[in-house]
């Protein structure tokens, strides 16, 4: 019953930047947690960064320095800036919600896909 909206992918230089939202719909909805994931053609999904309820960060190696992520649980939102982004963060991004709803049951929620093309 949860439905993600994505966006904020597209095409951009190397060195540029994008700024990828992801936000859950649903006034009994609450999120607070949640990452982003990504997939280049012939490879295997991997996660780039994910946040936890608490606030913990974690990055994949490859983005560290680059990417930040971040929320805005008043607006069931998670973010994803990504900086200086090179030919190989190219891919679908996908990102990834946690919350609750009705204020106790888990819910879990998928993104479908926004494309980023990094050119060099």
């Known amino acids: 019953q949860v439905q993600v909206v994505e966006s904020g992918g597209g095409l951009v230089q190397a060195g540029g930047s994008l700024r990828l939202s992801c936000a859950a719909s649903g006034s009994t909805v609450s999120i607070n947690a949640g990452g982003w994931y990504r997939q280049a053609s012939g490879k295997q999904r991997e996660l780039v960064a994910n946040i936890n309820s608490g606030g913990s960060l974690n990055y994949a190696d490859s983005v560290k320095g680059r990417f930040t992520i971040s929320r805005d649980n008043a607006k069931n939102t998670v973010y994803l800036q990504m900086n200086s982004l090179k030919p190989e963060d190219t891919a679908v991004y996908y990102c990834?919600?946690?919350?609750?709803?009705?204020?106790?049951?888990?819910?879990?929620?998928w993104g479908r896909g926004t494309l980023v093309t990094v050119s060099s």
């Open positions: 990834n919600l946690i919350g609750t709803v009705w204020g106790r049951s888990r819910v879990e929620a």
